[in-house]
């Protein structure tokens, strides 16, 4: 069972990146799935949560309306579109199953997502 994030790295502010979360060895289409950061000596934090059709979207306050989560059960992929992005929004980023972190039973390593 792995969830394996990519697509993070360095971007100015105002930039867009879009991570991406491969699922492997779970039926990816049963779990509502999230994203999470944790920037440097900060708690780790929600960012999105999806349903298990993708459906219903949910996001945290700071990035509503700039962040777009969705999934492709096809592919067994999760997504985050990162759109005019802050220096605040400088974190790694990590997807996991369900839409609590603590809750979760999968959880990726992480990918750095760095805007400056």
């Known amino acids: 069972v792995q969830l394996v994030e990519s697509g993070g790295g360095s971007v100015q502010p105002g930039g867009s990146l879009r991570l991406s979360c491969a699922a492997s060895?779970?039926?990816?289409?049963?779990?509502?799935m999230g994203w999470f950061r944790q920037a440097p000596g900060k708690e780790r934090d929600g960012v999105a949560g999806?349903?298990?059709?993708?459906?219903?979207?949910d996001y945290a306050g700071s990035v509503g309306g700039r962040f777009t989560i969705s999934r492709d059960n096809t592919k067994n992929t999760l997504y985050l579109q990162m759109d005019s992005l802050k220096i605040e929004d400088t974190a790694v980023y990590y997807c996991?199953?369900?839409?609590?972190?603590?809750?979760?039973?999968?959880r990726g390593q992480g990918t750095q997502v760095t805007v400056s």
């Open positions: 996991a199953t369900g839409l609590a972190w603590t809750d979760s039973s999968t």
């Open positions: 060895g779970l039926d990816f289409s049963n779990y509502c």
């Open positions: 999806i349903s298990t059709d993708g459906s219903s979207k």
